[in-house]
């Protein structure tokens, strides 16, 4: 039924830019809250910022605060992570999720889309 698609990923140079889209379908999320988490090798999943449903909180790793920026659309369904300033440290596996309470935990994710940063 529901369905998140990550996509954007890539190769990146220490320092560029990369722009994930998540593509929402199934149920709108305009009142939901999402986030973008990653996965590097060997790593445990983390949590690399969040949105709330309304678009105007957020919420940041410090590994990446000033560097990347989550936004959402609301009319298009889906959430964006605009990632700048990339370093080898961020290379990992990147997954979209949703949650349905503000108290709770994420109950949909996407299938992830790889970002590499080489040095």
């Known amino acids: 039924q529901v369905q998140l698609v990550e996509s954007g990923g890539g190769l990146v140079q220490a320092g560029g830019s990369l722009r994930l889209s998540c593509a929402a379908s199934?149920?709108?999320?305009?009142?939901?809250?999402m986030g973008w988490f990653r996965q590097a090798p060997g790593k445990e999943r983390e949590l690399v910022c969040s949105i709330d449903g309304s678009g105007k909180s957020t919420f940041y790793a410090d590994s990446v605060k000033g560097r990347f920026t989550i936004s959402k659309d609301n009319v298009k369904n889906a959430v964006y992570l605009q990632m700048n300033s990339l370093k080898p440290e961020d290379t990992a596996v990147y997954y979209c999720a949703v949650r349905l309470s503000p108290t709770r935990g994420y109950n949909y994710w996407g299938q992830g889309t790889q970002v590499t940063v080489s040095s």
């Open positions: 199934g149920r709108t999320f305009s009142n939901n809250g």
